[in-house]
T-cell receptor, first 112, second 108 residues
Framework: NAGVTQTPKFQVLKTGQSMTLQCAQDMNHNSMYWYRQDPGMGLRLIYY???????DKGEVPNGYNVSRLNKREFSLRLESAAPSQTSVYFC???????????FGDGTRLSIL | KNEVEQSPQNLTAQEGEFITINCSYSVGISALHWLQQHPGGGIVSLFM???GKKKHGRLIATINIQEKHSSLHITASHPRDSAVYIC??????????FGQGTRLTINP
C-alpha cells in the first residue's frame, strides 16, 4: 500500500538552481495538491489539480510551476530556487468532492 | 486574523488524561478535517466531518456549525498520542485552509 510517494525526501540547493519534486499516487484519485509547511504557519496550498490535464493556483504559487503528467503523477518545479522557498513540501491526493486527503511523507528542501 | 484558529498551541499532559483541542473558523465551510502529524513528519487524516460527532477508538471529533467551532477529544491519553494535531476547513470544492496546529505531548 504505497499511497502517495514523494521524491526526494531531502534536498539542498543553491540559490538560482532548479529542481523538480516528484509525486505519485496509486489510489486512482482525481485531485492532487502541493503544499508547503513553514514553522509557525499552517500548511499552505501552492497548486492543485482537480483532474488530469488541469491545474490551478493556490495561496502561494509564485516561484513554482506544476505539471499533471497523468492521473498518477503531479510534479512541482522550482525554476530558480530562492532561500524563501526553504520549507517542507507535501503532496496530497483525494477523490473529488468532500473527501479526506492522503499525504505523502514530505520533502525537506533547503535553499542556501 | 487567521481564518482557522486552534487552541491551545501547545499542550502537555500526563498519561491517562482527557485531552481537548479546539478549532474555531470564520468562513463558510463544506467540511472540517482533523489531521495528525507525527514527529517524523508524516500527516494522517483522522476525521472529516460536516455535522455532529464522529468517534474512532479513543478519538472523538465534534463540530458545531452554528458556532463555527470544532473540538478533538482524546480519552485515556497515551504517550504515542504525542503529535501535532491540525484542523483544516474545506471551502468550496477544493481548497483546504489549515490551522497552525496544536503540539500535544503526553508524558508517561
Amino acid at each position: 500500500n504505497a499511497g502517495v510517494t514523494q521524491t526526494p525526501k531531502f534536498q539542498v540547493l543553491k540559490t538560482g538552481q532548479s529542481m523538480t519534486l516528484q509525486c505519485a499516487q496509486d489510489m486512482n484519485h482525481n485531485s492532487m495538491y502541493w503544499y508547503r509547511q513553514d514553522p509557525g504557519m499552517g500548511l499552505r496550498l501552492i497548486y492543485y489539480s482537480a483532474s488530469e490535464g488541469t491545474t490551478d493556483k493556490g495561496e502561494v504559487p509564485n516561484g513554482y510551476n506544476v505539471s499533471r503528467l497523468n492521473k498518477r503523477e503531479f510534479s512541482l518545479r522550482l525554476e530558480s530556487a530562492a532561500p524563501s522557498q526553504t520549507s517542507v513540501y507535501f503532496c496530497a491526493s483525494s477523490e473529488t468532492g468532500p473527501q479526506p486527503q492522503h499525504f505523502g511523507d514530505g520533502t525537506r528542501l533547503s535553499i542556501l | 486574523k487567521n481564518e482557522v484558529e486552534q487552541s491551545p498551541q501547545n499542550l502537555t499532559a500526563q498519561e491517562g488524561e482527557f485531552i481537548t483541542i479546539n478549532c474555531s473558523y470564520s468562513v463558510g465551510i463544506s467540511a472540517l478535517h482533523w489531521l495528525q502529524q507525527h514527529p517524523g513528519g508524516g500527516i494522517v487524516s483522522l476525521f472529516m466531518l460536516s455535522s455532529g460527532k464522529k468517534k474512532h477508538g479513543r478519538l472523538i471529533a465534534t463540530i458545531n456549525i452554528q458556532e463555527k467551532h470544532s473540538s478533538l477529544h482524546i480519552t485515556a491519553s497515551h504517550p504515542r498520542d504525542s503529535a501535532v494535531y491540525i484542523c483544516a476547513v474545506k471551502q468550496g470544492a477544493q481548497k483546504l485552509v489549515f490551522g497552525q496546529g496544536t503540539r500535544l505531548t503526553i508524558n508517561p
